[in-house]
């Protein structure tokens, strides 16, 4: 069965919304059918509260919470507070968060902090210190040297109070070594000193204590992205793509083990070869089994004359081995111009290359099987895509020549098809036989091919 894409549920949910008149967030719509209740009341009980010329915030970057209203338990009665924040628009480095609980039906305030930042990189709430209440943890932009900083807040008697401060370049939470404690990740890179480095914390009572530090590469541009998850069965890792030289990037993967950091798959001198890619591509669990893979790139055979900008990747997902090597697991070709992923047929081998010729308006990637002369190229199935406007005009054309495609979707004001080519007459015994096995349908196709995130 066909994974269903985020992308087409937040289209479908944008269906649903265009009758609201306020502004809804479809993570919020997700969750419990309440959030949908309450939520204009809400809103309404935080605006009563803001200073005047004050606006919410959103995180700028981490997608955990994309709201700036949060519903969450922040005192552990069981009972959600509601929790927003915003940002006095005259004074450019004042930021506020606002606390609200419910009492009978009304919204009443009970915590309005404000603190120094310039806006907001990460929200998110987790309770560090183990004793059932979740702490706050807000990372502020406008730190010196591109480093933002982390504040850490503990709700107690309906009052905030800031614990703990870190500066960061980017960060991660979880319990990695699974011992019921939840460890912060913090990295550190400073590109004036050239310095690079991984540290975990923990929140013991009101205070933040290092548990274990790690130096890393020091010549690299920056953190692209960091998530964290199972890299084995029995064991969680930190997976962070680290973006290096104009365009290329690879992934780090810290596992801890005994209070101990581990850097698993750096080989000698940071040297990241086995994660190393042209292209940044974030770990995913991309195949559903619960386990993050890492992605690199593999270059398809003949692409002598193809620009690095150009080339049509195809995606290696890999798994950690568990000591200090990748397995593969799974291949896949994604056009992110189009905004499509095509999960590659078992059967195709070393005798595959895909060929892509873009403009602005359309595409499209030839799959072709490399002849035993090796310069033949015959054409097996293509993924095209064309401008909505043009779509009636194309699919008569398809219907006129009898090609047998299929539709995929639309995604960028582009729509996507995939079409399969009947085998040449003329073709060698040996060539016919491969190009037999390598063979797909349009029900393959339909099946394997999907429309990546809309944003
Ligand atoms: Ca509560
Ligand atoms: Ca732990
Ligand atoms: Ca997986």
């Known amino acids: 069965m066909p994974r269903i894409s985020i992308g087409f549920i937040l289209i479908a949910l944008s269906l649903l919304l265009s009758g609201c008149s306020f502004q809804t967030f479809p993570t919020e719509l997700l969750r419990a059918p309440k959030m ?3 939520l204009n009341q809400i809103r309404e009980a935080v605006s009563y509260y803001m200073p005047s010329g004050a606006r919410l915030l959103i995180p700028s970057r981490h997608k955990t919470v994309e709201s700036s209203i949060q519903e969450i338990d922040m005192d552990g009665d069981g009972i959600d507070e509601a929790v927003a924040f915003y940002k006095i628009e005259k004074t450019q480095l004042e930021v506020g968060i606002l606390i ?11 915590e309005q902090y404000t603190d120094v930042g310039a806006s907001i990189d990460y929200i998110q709430f987790s309770d560090l210190s183990g004793d059932g209440r979740k702490e706050l943890l807000v990372g502020w932009n406008g730190g010196d040297y591109g480093l933002k900083q982390l504040n850490i807040y503990h709700y107690d008697n309906e009052k905030l109070k800031q614990v703990g401060q870190m500066s960061y370049s980017d960060l991660a939470i979880d319990d990695l070594d699974e011992d019921g404690k939840q460890d912060l990740i913090l990295f550190n890179h400073d590109h004036v000193k050239m310095e690079t480095s991984a540290s975990v914390y923990h929140l013991e009572k009101e205070r933040l204590i290092r548990i274990d530090s790690i130096m890393l590469d020091g010549g690299i541009n920056g953190f692209m992205n960091v998530t964290t998850g199972l890299a084995t069965p029995k064991q969680k890792g930190v997976f962070a793509e680290i973006g290096v030289g104009a365009h290329s990037a690879y992934t780090l993967l810290l596992t ?12 000698g001198d940071f040297d990241y070869e086995l994660t190393y890619k042209a292209q940044s591509v974030y770990s995913e669990d991309m195949n559903g089994d619960n386990l993050i893979e890492i992605a690199v790139l593999e270059e398809p055979p003949q692409q002598e004359n ?3 900008a150009e080339m049509p990747w195809i ?16 291949k896949n070709y994604n056009n992110y111009t ?12 070393s005798y595959m290359t895909i060929q892509r010729n873009e403009s602005e308006t359309s595409g499209e990637s030839i799959f072709n099987y490399i002849a035993e002369d090796k310069k033949r190229l015959i054409p097996l199935a293509a993924i095209r895509y064309v401008d909505n406007l043009d779509w009636p005009d194309t699919e008569k054309k398809l219907k006129d020549a009898m090609t047998e495609y299929t539709l995929i979707g639309q995604n960028y004001g582009k729509t ?9 007459e003329n073709l060698k015994v040996t060539d016919r036989n491969r190009y037999s096995n390598l063979r797909t349908n349009t029900t393959y196709l339909d099946e394997n091919i999907k429309i990546l995130n809309v944003e």
């Open 36 to 38: 949908t209740t309450d």
């Open 315 to 330: 995606t290696n997902w890999l798994q950690w081995d568990g000591k200090n090597g990748l397995i593969p697991v799974h």
């Open 338 to 349: 189009a905004g499509y992923r095509f999960d590659y047929p078992q059967t195709w081998n």
């Open 416 to 424: 996507i098809f995939a079409a399969v080519y009947p085998m040449p």
């Open 306 to 308: 193809v620009s690095l």
């Open 256 to 267: 801890m083990e005994n209070g101990k950091l581990f850097d698993v798959l750096r080989k």
């Open 100 to 110: 609200l609980k419910k009492e009978g039906n009304k919204w009443i305030k009970t």
